[in-house]
Antibody
Framework: QVQLVQSGDEMKKPGASVKVSCKAS????????MSWVRQAPGQGLEWMGW????????KYAQSLQGRVTITTDTSTSTVYMELRGLTSDDTAVYYC????????WGQGTLVTVSS | EIVLTQSPGTLSLSPGERATLSCRAS???????LAWYQQKPGQAPRLLIY???SRATGIPDRFSGSGSGTDFTLTINRLEPEDFAVYYC?????????FGQGTKLEIK
């Protein structure tokens, strides 16, 4: 069965970076791209970016351009999302989600930014 | 950038009633590449509808989607207790693949 397993919750200080992983299993990894979506506490869903897993091409939300990088390691079927220059506004649950529209989602990773 | 506006913000209904949720796009969504999701507290979103009107795998037929261009609707017939949740629409025709702000469906 399809599974997306994300890395554990993170606590970061303002200005730091975070890198969240998403390991896929149960399907041919390079057949489907991956999105990252985040959700601040009590807020809606925000699309962050996309990676085409077979060639590494990416698309990012304008609001995060320059701070976010999505990469993939096809040897381990893992997608990574790195966010730099963290502020308290980046406190959120971060999800990876397969393909468009996303049909399978990771369990979510809570990133808390606090001094 | 296309903005998706969902209405109403909150919808209060009773089990057994019909819910009608709206998603309006600021520009036309190509090829009806519009999806709907359900999200319950503490859970990841679940895909309900894709291509504006196709039900995802395992989604009950009381959920239906319609619309094209800039106006889309999610209809839930005969509300069940487990249907009370937050619903989001998303465009996936062109980047950025933005979401609407959500509609909360609550028990009256």
């Amino acid at each position: 069965q399809v599974q997306l397993v994300q890395s554990g919750d993170e606590m970061k200080k303002p200005g730091a970076s975070v890198k969240v992983s998403c390991k896929a299993s149960g399907y041919t990894f390079t057949t489907y791209g991956m999105s990252w979506v985040r959700q601040a506490p009590g807020q809606g869903l925000e699309w962050m970016g996309w990676i085409t897993t077979y060639n590494g091409r990416t698309k990012y939300a304008q609001s995060l351009q320059g701070r976010v990088t999505i990469t993939t390691d096809t040897s381990t079927s893992t997608v990574y999302m790195e966010l730099r220059g963290l502020t308290s506004d980046d406190t959120a649950v971060y999800y990876c989600a397969r393909t468009l529209p996303p049909d399978y989602w990771g369990q979510g990773t809570l990133v808390t930014v606090s001094s | 950038e296309i903005v998706l506006t969902q209405s109403p913000g909150t919808l209060s209904l009773s089990p057994g009633e019909r819910a009608t949720l709206s998603c309006r796009a600021s520009q036309s969504v190509s090829d009806s590449y519009l999806a709907w999701y359900q999200q319950k507290p503490g859970q990841a979103p679940r895909l309900l509808i894709y291509g504006a009107s196709s039900r995802a795998t395992g989604i009950p037929d009381r959920f239906s989607g319609s619309g094209s261009g800039t106006d889309f609707t999610l209809t839930i017939n005969r509300l069940e207790p487990e249907d009370f949740a937050v619903y989001y629409c998303q465009r996936y025709d062109n980047s950025p693949y933005t979401f609407g702000q959500g509609t909360k469906l609550e028990i009256k």
